[in-house]
T-cell receptor, first 113, second 108 residues
């Protein structure tokens, strides 16, 4: 059974640029959630995808967007990067009837300069 | 979502039971209590969840009070590898709302 994988591991961007982060869900999991974790804080929910549709969204601006593909993998896109976007971005997958039991990837560390 | 309150940090001796408290006095009848932990530089890991009954799995036990306003996660025999931030979450819908959690340090 393959766990959740994310790429890249680390990324450095400058303010105003755009970034795409990728996530492959655990085998058989068709629900993917994305979280942002600032240093020293708990993860904050960005949005969730189920069957290629956004299923719910947290308190993040529209410049945070996502996609889910037919193989359940997912992308997080962030436009017009700001310094405060520097964080660990976590992807988690789950089964739709067990959405509270989420399996997290190792995260992508984004640094915005 | 109901708010949770956890101690900021706690220490535990290796081999002893670790009891992690969580208050969730505003929990609603259909909201579940979930526990996750996050070891340094890793993604969070699901531990256990429950609604009103006590639950046990290979990792831990979850004790929920009868009024459901608080719960305790029990790690029966803490090891150094249990050093992590432990999050208590009350889940109502599709998302997990993480607070600051409890930093648990297991000491030899």
């Amino acid at each position: 059974e393959t766990g959740v994988t994310q790429s890249p591991t680390h990324l450095i961007k400058t303010r105003g640029q755009q970034v795409t982060l990728r996530c492959s869900s655990q085998s058989g999991h068709n629900t993917v959630s994305w979280y942002q974790q600032a240093l020293g804080q708990g993860p904050q929910f960005i949005f969730q995808y189920y069957r290629e549709e956004e299923n719910g969204r947290g308190n993040f601006p529209p410049r945070f967007s996502g996609l889910q593909f037919p193989n359940y993998s997912s992308e997080l896109n962030v436009n017009a990067l700001e310094l405060d976007d520097s964080a660990l971005y976590l992807c988690a997958s789950s089964l739709p009837d067990r959405v509270g039991e989420q399996f997290f990837g190792p995260g992508t560390r984004l640094t915005v300069l | 979502d109901a708010k949770t309150t956890q101690p900021t940090s706690m220490d535990c001796a290796e081999g002893r039971a670790a009891n992690l408290p969580c208050n969730h006095s505003t929990i609603s009848g259909n909201e579940y209590v979930y526990w996750y932990r996050q070891i340094h530089s890793q993604g969070p890991q699901y531990i256990i969840h429950g609604l009103k009954n006590n639950e046990t799995n290979e990792m831990a036990s979850l004790i929920i009070t009868e009024d459901r306003k608080s719960s305790t996660l029990i790690l029966p025999h803490a090891t150094l590898r249990d050093t992590a931030v432990y999050y208590c979450i009350v889940r109502h819908d599709y998302k997990l709302s993480f607070g600051a959690g409890t930093t648990v340090t297991v000491r030899a």
